[in-house]
């Protein structure tokens, strides 16, 4: 380890405000990551107070850990999760179905730090791609003209490399062995970003010092997070009241229908209820389906903001796999910046492939110990010991991609499995469409003729990680009948109620979504502080 990251970035004080249970003036925000957190301090700062509800603990960059299964066990969500379907996900990682972060800052603590956007057809997918069977295409109900403003604003705080000025970050090994095969097999889109981490100080965050391995926690803090840098500045607005370790589990309502409060079981799992003039809910894709049928009432049988039946459906989680190739002479992967370069050019519309949609290429380093444990779950033998064998001469690449949205994969309830708080377990159910599977075997093959052409002795294809891109389940829709929320994340059955995370995604595009995420919650904030002061909401 270098001097440089023997001291963690301080992001300052996280003592927050404190409101009362019985304030219902406060906006409640469910979920601190690239969404909630994010839009809790767009809403402080433009004088709105905020409670925001964080299941997990408050974790600094202090307290990481730099050793992969410890880090592991110390930020992820391991709350009890059942899944189900065909995927692979389903068999290797049973009680894993997703990679995300239980703990303040959500999984901006653990992104790799892509920042692409989305393209113009990624937003009309029903109307581009026509209808694929088996898949429930809709067109969203925004444009990428009218979100352009906001990945603008979405880029500047994150301080996405290659964009407004910002400079990239430097090229490493892996990058270079994928760039140059890139370059001999024709593609001319590749490039060391765009990525949300400082190539040169920035926002008060230090440039990086191409540490590797801070897919877990950047110690070094210059890597953008809503922990060390949307937090901090909702904390100092005054009008901040953070509250760690708060599960949510209810959202309660009027005889109207409005929601006027989330219940919620501190670290000691005693149950507290906090009113509410509005509330937004961010636990992520899986997370905020359940809380919301978790929140079935008399008045919403099948679940909160549920009238269209669409909650929990349309599970979105990216068409993934890896390809890891092995050279005669050490390429160490594992040094620089662990996600710091991406091939674009397949991430275009083209039917002729034979599928619809579109993916990027992106380099990965997974140390050892994730290696063989992602690289071939199960496997054993003389074909794994060359996989780890060859580790200092090995590059490796992450495939992201479009996957198709589909009715049947979803989230429920489990009632026959609860958590530590007696609740149904979610239940995530996923089966892949027959483009995503054809998007994959074409995504595998031009990987392998990237690094034959950069000069690899030998190839491996990685299956599906547990999904770290979890998307839709309560998505954007025209029509109420259609989806959960409208173009603003407002629930189409409750005016109050605001969907602010990656759930609210109509269809997943190709592109990494945090920075959508981001740049959607800005949009919101907006909008919420608009309804807010004409008596709306």
């Not at 969500?77 to 239980?102: E, Q």
């Not at 920035?202 to 803090?221: E, H, I, L, T, W």
């Not at 901040?240 to 219940?263: I, K, M, N, W, Y």
Request: with cysteine; aromatic share 10%; charged share 20%.
């Amino acid at each position: 380890m270098s001097r440089r990251t023997q001291q963690p970035f301080d992001a300052g004080s996280y003592e927050s405000a404190h409101f009362d249970l019985d304030d219902d003036s406060v906006v409640v925000v469910v979920g601190s990551g690239a969404g909630g957190g994010t839009l809790a301090a767009e809403l402080t700062q433009k004088g709105v107070k905020v409670v925001l509800l964080e299941a997990g603990p408050l974790l600094r960059n202090a307290d990481y850990l730099n050793d992969e299964w410890p880090a592991f066990n110390q930020m992820a969500w391991l709350d009890p999760r059942t899944t189900s379907g065909s995927w692979r996900v389903a068999k290797d990682f049973p009680n894993l179905p997703a990679w995300i972060v239980k703990a303040v800052g959500g999984t901006t603590t653990h992104w790799a730090g892509a920042t692409p956007r989305f393209k113009a057809h990624e937003f009309k997918t029903r109307t581009v791609y026509g209808r694929v069977d088996g898949a429930n295409l809709l067109d969203w109900p925004i444009t990428l003209e009218e979100l352009a403003p906001y990945y603008d604003l979405a880029e500047r705080k994150l301080g996405s490399t290659h964009r407004h000025g910002r400079p990239p970050l430097p090229a490493n090994n892996n990058y270079t062995v994928l760039a140059n095969g890139a370059a001999r097999l024709g593609y001319r889109h590749f490039a060391t970003g765009p990525y949300g981490t400082n190539a040169e100080p920035y926002d008060g965050r230090p440039a990086s010092v191409q540490d590797g391995f801070n897919f877990q926690g950047d110690k070094n803090g210059s890597k953008w997070s809503t922990l060390v840098a949307e937090i901090p500045k909702a904390v100092k607005t005054g009008k901040l009241d953070l509250r760690p370790d708060s599960q949510a589990v209810q959202l309660t309502h009027t005889a109207e229908g409005v929601v006027d409060g989330v219940v919620y079981a501190d670290a000691e799992g005693v149950l507290h209820r906090q009113q509410a003039r509005a509330v937004a809910v961010a636990g992520n894709s899986i997370e905020t389906p359940r809380l919301l049928l978790l929140s079935a009432s008399p008045l919403f049988p099948d679940g909160l903001a549920n009238s269209s039946g669409q909650l929990g459906r349309n599970y979105l989680r990216h068409t993934t796999g890896s390809v890891y190739a092995r050279f005669e002479k050490p390429v160490h992967m594992y040094r620089g910046e662990t996600m710091a370069g991406l091939v674009a050019d397949e991430s275009r519309f083209d039917a002729d492939r034979g599928f619809v949609g579109g993916y990027y290429l992106q380099t990965i380093a997974l140390g050892p110990a994730f290696l063989a444990s992602f690289v071939d779950p199960g496997a054993w033998g003389p074909g794994f010991t060359e996989i780890m064998d060859a580790y200092d001469n090995t590059a490796g690449l992450w495939i992201v991609g479009e996957d198709m949205p589909v009715s049947s994969n979803r989230i429920t309830l489990n009632t026959t499995v609860t958590d530590k708080l007696g609740l149904p377990v979610p239940n995530v159910h996923f089966d892949d469409h027959p483009n995503d599977e054809a998007m994959r075997a074409h995504a595998y093959r031009q990987s392998e003729l990237i690094y034959q052409a950069a000069g690899a002795v030998g190839t491996v294809r990685t299956p599906p990680y547990p999904s770290t891109h979890n998307l839709g389940t309560a998505r954007m829709s025209q029509r109420p009948e259609d989806g959960v929320c409208n173009n603003f994340g407002q629930a189409h059955d409750v005016k109050n109620l605001f969907i602010s995370d990656g759930s609210q995604f109509t269809t997943g595009a190709a592109a990494n979504p945090t920075l959508t995420i981001v740049a959607l919650a800005i949009r919101q904030a907006e909008y919420i502080v608009e309804q807010m002061s004409t008596g709306a909401i």
